[in-house]
């Protein structure tokens, strides 16, 4: 089994950045097998063919436009998937979807996709996300386990536990 | 007044770009091109370490990330005079090349080909007569009868599902559209086979970069990979046989497809090569240093003027003064402050004024950069110009090679002064590419070479003075000239500017009012359809322009009456 996590975003854009903020997060916070394969893959597209070619699911987290309040978070899954593409609610889907459609065409598209995506507060210039989506990250991080766990992994947590 | 088209993607990914042009009489009168360059990223960095600058900058755009990288420790090393351990320049030198052979090759095929090939026409295509004509042009082994027919078999079953995915919103049926059921059918394969080649030049970026997309090795003073022929967790020899396989790969593609696919498409398209030129002043910057200096190079740069290769002005070194102070940038049509006139960018100030779409005022978030006061043209086919201007054997091989081929299918003699347009350069960025194939190669023998003579040494280490110091670093990266600009102040940076390939190319009018190389090659470009401007997109297109984008094609009111996807 092959599962992808990819975090997706400009971290040069405050909210944008969240998706390479939160795979960051993942790694420093979490043990995770070996078949569990984490990606920043900031604002690239092409480049991760490779990777993203003949896995069993992908987790994608990005910044979505989701029409919701600020700093929600939105979990979409099957059917909404394509639509989230298709709407353009996501600022880098079109390098992403390219790549998601590449593989469609060449037969190694991933078993799954489920995006999780936060609706961001502030896209101005800066490398720190805005305080109302940093304090959303600890229950960003515990979707993105669940889901995790959903799919069979063995996920381990490094947090010192809560006194 | 003609009718007005303008063509203003959506996305915010590297900043967009718009396209404004008045079409008269079926072509092109007046054109604007007007930008969204990511230029934040300089304020970003101010008060910054030096050492950080590279991890910062190769998050300005998705596209470019090593490139901005490897400008960004250049523009340092510069600014405190380093010598850089050769190891590492070779390093450097094979990491900056397998990314450009990868940006090339998925630029043609993937991003710019479908400006050429009608997919739905491949599906009429006779696999047969396909391979036929295929065997004719190149010995390639994926050019046989069963390869076509399992591709079209494969395009069949996609459209038939009633979706064409990555193939969506081209312009499918258009008058302008050429080339034979046949060729169709060879280039939507080849599109096909370059997404599995391009993987090999991705990985040669990911294990020596340490992880990809982003590269993780770079640093001030060389680069972080220890050498050590005996460790699995560093760069060992096997990891170089690998990285030698691929190379091979990509070699045979780029020499025996991409090469003659290029010919092919020049000469079924012959008529593109007297449309789109534009600005003649080609600059490039020499790259791949060979010493520790910067002061010897494989690929030769310099300034050719007007088209003339007899111009040629070579650029020699990273100190070399003609680049250092001929480079300067304009706001006057940009959305910033100014008054002060062109501006060197050690100097250069970035202060927002935005003041709406003004035709003869400001209308661009690009700044407008000149050569000794000129717009200059940046890319493959400066590259291209300036090395066959220096006699550099291996460009003129392939440059030759590409208009031979391309004179035979047309059956008549392709002159090199062909080049001076839309489909010169995709030619140029062929051809380029070739050259670069055969630098990967020799960059890796001299890499082998060194570790063999007992040479380990990767990094030297950064000493930063007290006070200021300033550095330029630049790179002749896919899309063109890439320069960074530092002022350091004891380490810390004070002013950072960047000026990239597509601020050359897609600069709005200067100082002087004169137009930049997008919208001076829009110029007499016929438009059969304005509400389907594939001719606009397949000129700025073949600038390779900075962006994944959708467009939206509006009307004179400002009404979207077509929306498409141009990649």
């Known amino acids: 089994m092959r599962i ?63 029409g919701k309040d600020p700093a929600s978070i939105v979990r979409l899954t099957g059917d909404q998937v394509p639509v989230f593409f298709k709407t353009k609610l996501s600022p880098h889907q079109i390098g992403l979807s390219d790549v998601l459609a590449t593989l469609a065409f060449i037969g190694e598209q991933p078993g799954g996709v489920t995006v999780i995506g936060v609706e961001p507060v502030s896209l101005e210039t800066g490398m720190s996300l805005s305080p109302q989506v940093e304090a959303r990250l600890p229950e960003l991080m515990d979707l993105v386990v669940t889901e995790l766990r959903e799919l069979g992994v063995v996920v381990k947590n490094n947090l010192p536990k809560a006194a | 007044m003609g009718k007005r088209i303008t063509i203003d993607p959506i996305t915010r990914i590297e900043g967009h770009l718009r396209i404004d042009c008045e079409v008269n009489n079926g072509k092109v009168s007046k054109a604007w091109a007007s930008g969204q ?75 710019s080909a479908l400006d050429w090939v009608d997919v739905t026409s491949a599906l009429k295509g006779d696999p047969g007569k396909t391979a036929a004509l295929a065997g004719s042009l190149s010995s390639w082994s994926g050019n046989s009868k069963q390869e076509f027919t399992k591709v079209k078999e494969r395009l069949s079953g996609f459209v038939g599902t009633g979706q064409l995915g990555i193939f969506t919103n081209g312009y499918w ?18 599109y096909l086979q370059a997404l599995e080649i391009q ?33 699995q967790s560093v760069l060992t020899i096997e990891r170089l046989m690998a990285i030698k396989e691929w190379i091979d790969k990509l070699s045979d593609f780029v020499k025996n497809v991409y090469l003659v696919d290029i010919a092919a498409v020049g000469a079924f398209y012959a008529d593109w090569t007297a449309i789109g030129a534009g600005v003649k002043d080609y600059l490039c910057v020499p790259d791949l240093p060979l010493d520790t200096k910067g002061t010897k190079f494989a690929l030769p740069g310099g300034y050719v003027k007007g088209g003339d290769l007899a111009s040629i002005k070579p650029i020699k070194s990273f100190n070399d003064a003609y680049f250092r102070d001929g480079v300067q940038e304009s706001v006057k049509h940009s959305w910033y402050k100014g008054g002060k006139g062109a501006l060197h960018p050690y100097k250069g100030e970035t202060i927002p004024n935005y003041t709406d779409f003004q035709d003869d005022g400001k209308y661009s978030w ?32 392939y440059l030759t090679g590409v208009l031979d081929t391309a004179g035979s299918i047309a059956k008549t003699k392709i002159p090199l002064a062909a080049v001076h347009s839309t489909i010169g350069r995709h030619a140029a960025r062929a051809v380029s590419c070739a050259v670069q194939v055969d630098e990967l190669a020799n960059q890796w023998n001299l890499l082998v070479e060194n570790i063999g003579k007992g040479d380990t040494a990767t990094f030297n280490k950064p000493v930063f003075p007290k006070g200021e110091v300033s550095g330029v670093g630049f790179h002749e990266a896919p899309r063109g000239v890439l320069s960074h600009w530092v002022v350091l102040d004891n380490g810390k940076i004070k002013n950072y500017q960047a000026v990239v390939p597509t601020t050359w190319n897609a600069a709005p009018r200067n100082e002087g009012d004169v137009p930049g190389p997008y919208e001076a090659s829009l110029l007499n470009t016929p438009v059969a359809d304005p509400e389907r401007p594939l001719e606009v997109l397949r000129t700025v297109h073949s600038f390779d322009p900075c962006l994944a984008c959708a467009v939206h094609v509006l009307d004179a009111e400002g009404k979207p009456v077509v929306q498409v996807k141009a990649l």
């Not at chain 1, 400009?10 to 997060?25: C, P, Q, W, Y």
């Not at chain 1, 597209?45 to 987790?59: A, N, P, T, V």
């Not at chain 2, 640093?219 to 005996?230: F, K």
Request: aromatic share 4%; net charge negative; charged share 15%.
């Open chain 2, 37 to 111: 360059m990511w230029r934040g990223v300089e304020q970003i960095l101010v008060g910054h370490d030096a050492r950080d600058a590279w991890a910062i900058t190769q998050r300005i755009c998705g596209v470019c990330t090593t490139v901005h990288a490897i400008t960004s420790v250049r523009a340092v090393e510069n600014a405190l005079q380093m010598e850089i351990p050769l190891n590492a320049q070779y390093i450097r030198n094979l990491i900056i090349t397998a990314h450009a052979i990868h940006d090339h090759i998925v630029h043609f095929y993937h991003l």
């Open chain 2, 366 to 397: 690009v700044k407008s950069p000149t050569f000794y006061g000129n717009p200059a043209q940046v890319g493959p086919l400066s590259r291209v110009l300036a090395m066959a201007a220096q006699g550099h054997a291996p460009t003129l091989k």
């Open chain 2, 199 to 231: 993987r090999y030049a991705s990985k040669i970026v990911s294990i020596l970069g340490s992880k990809s997309p982003h590269i993780q090795n770079m640093a001030v003073g060389g680069v972080s990979n220890p050498i050590a022929t005996d460790s």
């Open chain 2, 173 to 190: 049926g258009h008058p302008a559209m050429k080339l034979s059921p046949e060729v169709n059918l060879l280039a939507v394969t080849h």
């Open chain 1, 4 to 66: 992808v996590v990819l975090g997706v975003g400009n971290t040069l854009l405050s909210d944008e950045g969240i998706g390479v903020r939160a795979i960051e997060k993942l790694q420093l916070d979490y043990d995770l097998p070996q078949e569990v394969v984490i990606i920043d893959g900031g604002t690239t597209g092409m480049e991760m063919l490779d990777d993203l070619s003949k896995c069993d699911h992908i987790i994608i987290i990005d910044a979505v436009r989701s």
